[in-house]
Nanobody
Framework: QVQLVESGGGLVQPGGSLTLSCAASGIIFRIYAMGWYRQAPGKQRELVASITSDAGTNYADSVRGRFTISRDNAKNTVYLHMNSLKPEDTAVYYC???????????????WGQGTQVTVSS
C-alpha cells in the first residue's frame, strides 16, 4: 500500500514563507510525476506545480516566480517552497504522485490527505 504524507502547513503572515513536504512510502517501484494541488473554500482543486522524474517543472501562472517545486528521488519526497505568500494562497494543499508500485501492474495516481495553509495578518 502506497501512502503520501504531507507536512509543513500552517499560519503565516502575508509576505512570509513556508515549505511543504510530501513523502511517499510503501511498496514503490518507481515514481513518475509529482505535484501539488490546492483547494480553497468554494473553489475547485487546481494545480499549483508539478515536477517530472527528471526534474522538469510546471507552475500555475498565479504562483510562478514565488513558489518552487523540487524533489529528492532518494527519499521519495517532493517539496513546495512558497515565498511572498498572499492571502489568496490560503487553501488546503494536496500532494499528488503517479506511482508504479510493482512491475507488470499499471501506474496509479495517489493523493495525500492535505495540509492547511493560511495566509493572514
Amino acid at each position: 500500500q502506497v501512502q503520501l504524507v504531507e507536512s509543513g502547513g500552517g499560519l503565516v503572515q502575508p509576505g512570509g514563507s513556508l515549505t511543504l513536504s510530501c513523502a511517499a512510502s510503501g511498496i514503490i517501484f518507481r515514481i513518475y510525476a509529482m505535484g501539488w494541488y490546492r483547494q480553497a473554500p468554494g473553489k475547485q482543486r487546481e494545480l499549483v506545480a508539478s515536477i517530472t522524474s527528471d526534474a522538469g517543472t510546471n507552475y500555475a501562472d498565479s504562483v510562478r516566480g514565488r513558489f518552487t517545486i523540487s524533489r529528492d528521488n532518494a527519499k521519495n519526497t517532493v517539496y513546495l517552497h512558497m515565498n511572498s505568500l498572499k492571502p489568496e494562497d490560503t487553501a488546503v494543499y494536496y500532494c499528488n504522485a503517479l506511482i508504479l508500485a510493482r512491475v507488470g501492474r499499471p501506474t496509479d495516481n495517489y493523493w495525500g490527505q492535505g495540509t492547511q495553509v493560511t495566509v493572514s495578518s
